[in-house]
């Protein structure tokens, strides 16, 4: 019986980039476990899992927009080094949390120089085309939609 929308699954997967590095695996850790159609993975994820059989796997590249969308350059900030805490240690690659209009995002210093500091608040894998090597291992009980 193939998954569909509204099935609670459980898949192993690697993701890997267009170099072939890979970013993120479930390889010595329990399935990834998710309901179909919720929005609770990327949705192209979701989409190379539904009409799979258990046991069935499934090698898929997902463009960028069906996984953490475009790179948009009005998510890259520079901010004057005056608007950081004298004692606060910067350095390129850390992570910050800032609070926007919208509530709470984090975002990574990129660059650094005498004037200021530039963030980048996108996804890490924004702009990313994704490879996911995907199976599933389980089809479980149905999320009942009212």
Do not use: C
């Amino acid at each position: 019986m193939p998954a569909k929308s509204g099935d609670l699954v459980r898949v192993h997967y690697k993701g890997t980039l267009a170099d072939g590095t890979v970013f993120d695996s479930s390889e010595g850790r329990e399935p990834l476990e998710f309901t179909l159609g919720q929005g609770q993975v990327i949705p192209g994820f979701d989409s190379a899992v539904t009409g799979l059989e258990v046991g069935g796997s499934i090698v898929s590249t997902i463009p960028a927009d069906e996984a953490y969308g475009p790179m948009r350059e009005e998510m890259v900030i520079k901010i004057p080094k005056d608007q950081f805490p004298e004692d606060m240690p910067l350095e390129v690659g850390q992570e910050l949390q800032l609070q926007g209009p919208g509530g709470f995002l984090v975002a990574q210093v990129v660059e650094m120089d005498e004037q200021g500091v530039v963030l980048d608040a996108n996804h890490p894998l924004a702009g990313e085309d994704l490879t996911f090597a995907i199976t599933l291992e389980s089809i479980g009980s149905k999320l009942i939609i009212p």
